[in-house]
């Protein structure tokens, strides 16, 4: 059973940072491609950054050079590093998590939410001006 927890979102001021963390069991973390979903009150999830099962990444527009995404592969735990955050960052932030079909590349990934079937709970973040 795929199990993914979220942490380390918080309340912050803009321009600084947090690190938020997916601990991940119950399945076979290099197997699987993995991403970052944000949705704030009132609007739509928005994929913000995915990963590929070789740890290639991929980020939307609003976050480049800002968010990096990484996975620890020692521990099966995905990361969110935000710098430089700011007031329109602020949103509840998911986890996601899909098996990699062995007809598809191991860059591949998706920040879809629709491309997704295994979720966490989500850890809020909130960036005050």
């Known amino acids: 059973q795929v199990q993914l927890v979220e942490s380390g979102g918080g309340s912050v001021q803009a321009g600084r940072s947090l690190r938020l963390s997916c601990a991940t069991s119950?399945?076979?973390?290099?197997?699987?491609?993995m991403g970052w979903f944000r949705q704030g009150p009132g609007t739509e999830r928005e994929g913000v950054a995915c990963v590929g099962s070789d740890d290639s990444a991929s980020y939307a527009d609003s976050v480049q050079g800002r968010f990096t995404i990484f996975r620890d592969h020692a521990d099966d735990t995905l990361y969110l590093q935000m710098d430089m955050l700011k007031p329109e960052d602020t949103a509840m932030y998911y986890c996601?998590?899909?098996?990699?079909?062995?007809?598809?590349?191991?860059?591949?990934?998706?920040?879809?939410?629709?491309?997704?079937?295994?979720w966490g709970q989500g850890t809020q973040v909130t960036v005050s001006s």
């Open positions: 119950g399945f076979t973390f290099s197997d699987y491609y």
């Open positions: 996601a998590a899909r098996r990699r079909s062995p007809y598809t590349s191991s860059w591949y990934c998706s920040r879809r939410s629709s491309n997704f079937d295994n």
